[in-house]
């Protein structure tokens, strides 16, 4: 069975249903409130262990109400939290979450004891590391610590996979460690400053990632698809047609999805990114991220085997 680490985010998100994205200055009434489990890492994890999966956490949570509900809400999900550790000092991270009537969203994170998670933390994990297929880290922790946990892993073989958000500069260090980077067309552009509109963009844009480093990069387009450039060569994988409700948690669903069935060799690259853009296709279709991540089962009884 293929194993999956997390090194990521664990977050209790609250969603506003709202008409549209507020003006500056504009206040406006909410068609309704709720929350759920949220943060990119802990949803990633969830996806890849609902795709049948082993997975493992790396992360950390506050000994608070939400922490409580995170751990146990992981818990339930077959996920290892040997490694997630309980912060008395911080609060559980959380994520504010604006859902207009498209399904389109803007969100705001607070860190909180995810900005705690350490080098320490990530090193007495070594063995986690080294017993994995694959490696998945985000920009919801610290960077140094996911630069300590891609050298762990490259130290034993593991690959690494990196989902650049929230975009910002990458160091020189941190790509010639990752095997696979995973932006978004518009976290591409702000990472290279190479603007994602054609294919020959796209490609000058794994070319940039492959000079320092990187040997495989996708990019995410939306209901465009997703680009890919890797050793096994190029190409698109178009997108599923759905009517989204809800778009928070559709990248997350992606990868996590994706790391559960591609191969070391990436001789199934096309085939491990239809079967990421089945899951998230069916992840937007419903409310919430966490909650509409969906089964194996379920992508096989949408899309056929």
Request: glycine share 10%; no cysteine; aromatic share 4%.
């Amino acid at each position: 069975m293929t194993k999956v680490t997390v090194l990521g985010s664990i977050n209790l998100d609250t969603t506003y249903s709202i008409p549209r994205i507020p003006l500056p200055g504009e206040t406006m009434h909410v068609n309704g409130v709720s929350s759920a489990a949220g943060g990119k890492g802990a949803n990633q994890a969830v996806a890849a262990a609902r795709s049948g999966v082993d997975v493992s956490f790396i992360g950390r949570v506050g000994k608070d109400h939400g922490g409580e509900f995170m751990l146990d809400t992981m818990k339930k999900e077959g996920i290892n939290l040997d490694n997630v550790l309980v912060d008395e000092d911080i609060e559980t991270g959380s994520a504010v979450i604006m859902l207009d009537e498209n399904g389109q969203n803007s969100i705001l994170v607070d860190a909180g004891a995810n900005g705690e998670v350490s080098v320490k933390q990530v090193e007495a994990a070594e063995d986690t590391i080294a017993n994995s297929d694959y490696i998945i880290a985000q920009f919801e922790t610290p960077v140094e610590v996911t630069i300590a946990a891609f050298k762990i892993a490259k130290k034993h073989g593991v690959k690494t996979i990196l989902n650049p958000a929230p975009a910002h500069e990458i160091s020189d260090e941190l790509l010639s460690l990752t095997d696979i980077i995973t932006p978004n067309e518009t976290e591409s552009s702000l990472i290279t400053g190479i603007e994602v509109n054609e294919e020959a963009d796209m490609t000058k844009t794994a070319e940039h990632f492959r000079n320092k480093g990187v040997e495989t990069t996708l990019i995410t387009l939306g209901s465009r698809g997703v680009f890919y450039s890797s050793s096994v060569g190029k190409g698109f994988v178009k997108a599923f047609k759905v009517k989204a409700v809800d778009t928070t948690g559709a990248g997350d669903t992606f990868i996590g999805a994706l790391s559960s069935v591609l191969k070391a060799d990436y001789s199934n690259i096309e085939d491990a990114i239809k079967y990421g853009q089945q899951a998230s296709s069916i992840t937007v279709q419903g409310a919430g991220a966490m909650p509409s991540i969906p089964t194996r089962e379920k992508v096989t009884e949408v899309y056929g085997g």
